[in-house]
């Protein structure tokens, strides 16, 4: 595998009812599937310029604004839903319930081929112009703005450790405001050691819950009243939330032609279910190497797991002991 | 083995249980039938003979199939396979699928007319179901059914049959289908399906949460303060996907228990319900009021002073990784709360309202440089990144010394040296604004 030689920041793209339920468990913010999938779309318009390819995608949101609405009296969202056209006999369809957003984010995509700095920013415009004909998690993206902070822009990465992190340093504030999504599994692994002390059948969905949910308990210490208890919500900081990350196997492997109605008939077919990690929104400061802030997409046919995976815990722990 | 000594299933307790099952379905039947309506109550008779009965559900059993994973929830219309499996168990402990839960409620899906068929199938004898005997070709069920051993097995056959796929594998026009590359080259096309037990896990989990009695109880106590023996959770912006509008029967069993509702737990972004950015004017420095106010900051306050009160007499590794940490998030508040800022109009530091002091002016409004000269003078002249971070710990200073708490000699002056660290690690950010 090629270390990337550089980045092509795609910023502050608007778009318009995206996917906003990305799974079965979870309605907001589409899966991490969804802009690796988007970005390999993007690598397959540039196989002439790009022998290499890309090495990954930092996802950065800016704005966010789910078509949603809290019925009165209610104390659970329902999602705004559009009235299909009606059946030939003049019969309503059925209404499959769509969950729509709009949000602006910033895609940060790692390029593993070297490119002079100025066929880099011909690349970066080229590629810009592709993007506003492509879709991102099923929703349109809106023309560019004018103005130099929404131009695609082009970062030859140094090659020196130092020289990266200064980079990064002055790159990160090209994401602002706004957070970047990353995977914490070391968290949803800390939380459920804690939880199996006490519960030794616990899972990693008793976790997941237990990090995303408010809990509220009678027994927190009073900080007015040193000694004494009172309710309070055991929660820890960070912005955690649940999101599906890709798809494990149910089934074998099957030939194109053994499942009938498959998308095409030379590519191999698989029935999968979605898999849950947990999330953290970050801010961009926290990015302290660029491993942390990039989302691959992995696969293992043997094992039937096909996943996307962030290393934004890894890298902080060897970030962490460089520093130290 | 099934079928040993001990065993408390016998044949005649199989047929006992099938009678009075039958017996049950056929009494209400009967009194709707009229008093001269003979031939009726004759017919309704004759068909819940066991035999009958049986033979009729071994029919009828190819209708439905029981499932973990269901089409039908992707589009009403989609048909095609529907699968019963315990998710894969090469995922990771740490990736949450039908794996991770150890009991898996099943769900029926198919012709809802058939679904009695299921019922008579999940009866239970000496902790086993019917289903669970017909699979393992147990003697005695054989031996309750009928006895051509023939018609019998051929009958149990059926019933085993019911978590099979019917038929060839197949997806649909209305399923969902994906590529995902494949490492080199080449694609694998995935198809998912709903996990139908693993969100009825989930469902009855947040319900139980929601609506028990016990969590109601202990809401309460949190309303009037009073001392309970235990929390209560909340799901913060849960959101309500309906499946199968007024008939949710049509979609599965499980989906007609859940009443047709799928909770969806919220992953929304943090910038999500913040306040649209306004210039700060009217105010002398951010740090007076405004970003006090903001909800995150007013979360992360909570939050650390909480800890500090929790762990005030202990101090070690952990415990000042944690609190570093939690000022770090505060840290990372007090630079998007500017950066939003800096996404007003530049120069509008201009209004005359504006009455921010001059380091919070460079800082907050740094485009204003570039088309007013003696402004930019001003920000290359005074330091104002000190004054940012002198700012930010008097106020981090004031919001975390309560006096009921005040600080002896030795915390304080611990307490000033973590400040510094910290103060010195946001000056180094603020170095990088251009």
């Known amino acids: 595998m090629t270390e990337p030689t550089a980045l092509l920041l795609l910023p502050r793209l608007r778009v318009q009812n995206a996917n906003a339920i990305s799974g079965p468990l979870s309605w907001g913010f589409p899966s991490p599937t969804a802009f690796t999938g988007f970005v390999h779309a993007l690598e397959r318009q540039f196989t002439s310029v790009l022998e290499k390819g890309f090495a990954g995608v930092g996802i950065v949101c800016h704005d966010f604004e789910p078509q949603i609405s809290q019925p009165a009296g209610k104390r659970t969202q329902v999602f705004r839903l559009t009235r299909n056209p009606v059946g030939k006999d003049g019969s309503t369809q059925a209404l499959v319930e769509e969950g729509r957003t709009h949000m602006e984010v910033s895609l940060v995509i790692a390029v593993r081929d070297y490119l002079p700095a100025r066929k880099g920013r011909e690349f970066a415009d080229d590629a810009m112009t592709v993007v506003h004909g492509m879709r991102i998690a099923g929703g349109s993206i809106l023309p560019k703005r004018e103005g130099r902070r929404f131009d695609a822009q082009w970062w030859p990465l140094e090659e020196d450790l130092e020289g990266q992190r200064l980079l990064l340093r002055k790159f990160r504030r090209r994401l602002l405001p706004g957070f970047a999504l990353v995977e914490r599994p070391d968290r949803l692994a800390e939380r459920l050691s804690e939880l199996r002390e006490r519960q030794p059948d616990a899972c990693a969905l008793d976790a997941l819950l237990d990090l995303t949910r408010l809990n509220f308990d009678p027994d927190m210490p009073d900080p007015e009243k040193p000694g004494e208890l009172r309710w309070g919500i055991r929660r820890k900081p960070g912005w955690l939330v649940p999101i599906p990350v890709g798809y494990a196997a149910l089934s074998p492997l099957y030939a194109a032609e053994e499942v009938a109605n498959s998308r095409d008939d030379s590519t191999p077919f698989r029935f999968v279910e979605s898999l849950y990690s947990l999330g953290e929104w970050v801010s961009p400061h926290r990015l302290t190497d660029l491993n942390q802030l990039l989302w691959y997409s992995e696969a293992d046919s043997a094992k039937g797991i096909y996943r996307c995976i962030n290393r934004y815990s890894q890298a902080m722990e060897t970030a962490t002991t460089g520093i130290a | ?434």
């Open chain 2, 1 to 434: 083995m099934a079928n040993s000594a001990e065993s408390p299933i016998s044949t005649a307790l199989i047929r006992q249980v099938i009678k009075d099952f039958l017996q049950e379905r056929l009494q209400p039947k009967l009194e709707r039938v009229k008093e001269n309506e003979v031939h009726e109550r004759e017919r309704l008779l004759k068909d819940h003979q066991p035999a009958r009965w049986i033979a009729n559900a071994a029919n009828r059993v190819g209708q439905i199939q029981q499932v973990t994973h269901a089409l039908k929830y992707t589009h009403p219309d989609a048909k095609g396979t529907s699968l019963n499996a315990p998710g894969n168990p090469e995922a990771d402990e740490l990736l949450v699928g039908t794996h991770t839960i150890d009991e898996v409620t099943a769900d029926v899906v198919g012709n809802a007319a058939a679904l009695d068929v299921y019922k008579f199938l999940k009866l239970q004898v000496g902790g086993k179901t019917l289903l669970d005997l017909a699979i393992e070709g147990n003697t005695a069920l054989q031996a309750a059914f009928s006895n051509d051993e023939e018609q019998a097995k051929s009958w149990m056959a059926a019933f085993a049959d019911l978590s099979k796929p019917k038929g060839q594998p197949a997806s649909h026009k209305f399923a969902k289908q994906l590529y995902w590359p494949m490492e080199g080259n080449g694609y694998h096309l995935l198809a998912p399906l709903f996990p139908t037990s693993l969100v009825h896990h989930v469902v009855s989990t947040i319900r139980e949460d929601r609506f028990s009695e016990e969590a109601k109880a202990a809401r309460k106590a949190y309303r009037e303060r009073e001392p309970y023996p235990h929390g209560f959770r909340e799901y913060p912006h849960l959101a309500i996907q309906n499946f199968g509008g007024t008939k949710p029967q049509n979609i599965s069993q499980l989906n007609s228990e859940r009443y047709g509702e799928n909770y969806l737990l919220a992953a929304v972004p943090p910038l999500w319900l913040s306040e649209p950015v306004r210039p700060p004017l009217r105010t002398e420095s951010i740090f007076d009021r405004l970003f006090g106010r903001r909800p995150r900051v007013r979360d992360l306050l909570r939050i650390l002073r909480d800890f500090l009160a929790r762990v005030q007499d202990v101090n070690n590794v952990r415990i000042r990784n944690t609190r570093a940490e939690l000022i770090a998030h505060l840290r990372d508040e007090v630079l998007l709360f500017a950066a939003e800022t800096q996404e007003n109009e530049p120069g509008w530091t201009l209004d005359e309202m504006c009455r921010l002091n001059v380091d919070e002016q460079c800082w907050l409004d740094p485009e204003r440089a570039g088309q007013d000269e003696s402004f930019a003078a001003l920000c290359t002249g005074v330091d104002w990144r000190d004054g940012i971070c002198r700012r930010f710990a008097n106020w981090l200073n004031a919001q975390l010394t309560s006096t009921q708490t005040p600080m002896g000699e030795l915390e304080a002056r611990e307490w000033q040296s973590v400040m510094e660290k910290e103060i010195n690690l946001m000056r180094m950010e603020l170095d990088f604004y251009d």
